[in-house]
């Protein structure tokens, strides 16, 4: 499944590590407070502000720790545009992961309710998504979408268990070095797709450590090596050209979430291969 919205790669995003105020996801993401729906939705349309959604979650023990929208040419639809939320529990918190419900809206009808579940990595400041593990979750615009949005996410919660299962069987395999490779060289292929413009860097690249927890020969630490050094970018190599080339960092929601989907996918075949 594929996220459904589009955002621009230079969408405004913030991060903390505390719950993010009301105030502090306004400034970079106003339509999350949208007063209506947009002028373009019929009648037919319910119109629920995802502020007061965020509200009710917060009542049930689910803050916001990132939010971001959409930046978009037309200023009339600024305040109802596509945004994002990534929300975790109170009891969803340990020492090297946290579970994360990420929730996507929009208030002129570009897209309905979406909730993934995702995970967020504190050693390096990495959200993850947890691939086709949980069943996505999306709620139209009409009948009591507060109480199904709060439903939603205690489902996406209680999945949990099964994506923490799946991390620890991805532990439990050990990848040769040539497994390994095969593994980044698909990875690769999820950024660079197209033949004309080959990857400027290479599969060995992407398997290096930036950091002693990560140096391990497990299908775990392999994917989290992959999937930093390939959305965080700042690796050195040459363009199809001979110049010289420093990776960018995937900005981009939607490419974000698709690569990082993917990613784990790819993880998941490598695991039932070697099982």
């Not at 990420?102 to 309710?113: E, M």
């Not at 620890?168 to 980044?184: I, K, N, Y």
Request: charged residues 25%; proline residues 4%; hydrophobic residues 35%.
């Amino acid at each position: 499944m594929q996220l459904a919205s589009r955002f621009a790669s230079n969408t405004p995003i913030l991060r903390s590590e505390h719950p993010l105020s009301d105030a502090q996801i306004r400034d970079v993401a106003p339509s999350i407070f949208a007063e209506d729906k947009h002028a373009s939705r019929s009648a037919r349309y319910s119109y629920i502000e995802t502020g007061a959604v965020l509200s009710e979650l917060r009542k049930q023990g689910f803050e916001p720790f990132m939010a971001c929208q959409t930046r978009v040419r037309d200023e009339g639809k600024r305040e109802h545009t596509k945004h994002m939320l990534r929300l975790r529990h109170v009891d969803q918190i340990n020492g090297a992961e946290a579970n994360e419900i990420i929730l996507l809206n929009s208030h002129d009808g570009s897209s309905s309710y979406q909730m993934l579940a995702g995970m967020f990595r504190f050693v390096c400041n990495n959200g993850l998504v947890c691939g086709d593990v949980l069943e996505d979750i999306r709620i139209p615009h009409k009948g009591d979408v507060i109480n199904q949005v709060v439903e939603g996410a205690y489902a996406v919660r209680e999945g949990f268990q099964l994506v923490r299962e799946h991390r620890d069987a991805m532990r439990a395999v050990t990848l040769s070095p040539g497994e390994a490779q095969v593994f980044a060289q698909a990875a690769l292929s999820l950024k660079y797709e197209s033949v004309a413009t080959p990857a400027p860097i290479t599969p060995a690249q992407l398997l290096a450590p930036r950091r002693h927890e990560d140096d391990r020969p497990d299908l775990w630490s392999a994917y989290n090596r992959v999937q930093e050094n390939l959305t965080q970018g700042g690796l050195q190599g040459r363009a199809a050209n001979g110049r010289r080339h420093s990776t960018r960092p995937i900005h981009g929601i939607a490419q974000n979430v698709h690569i990082n989907r993917a990613l784990w996918m790819l993880a998941e075949g490598m695991k039932q291969l070697k099982g």
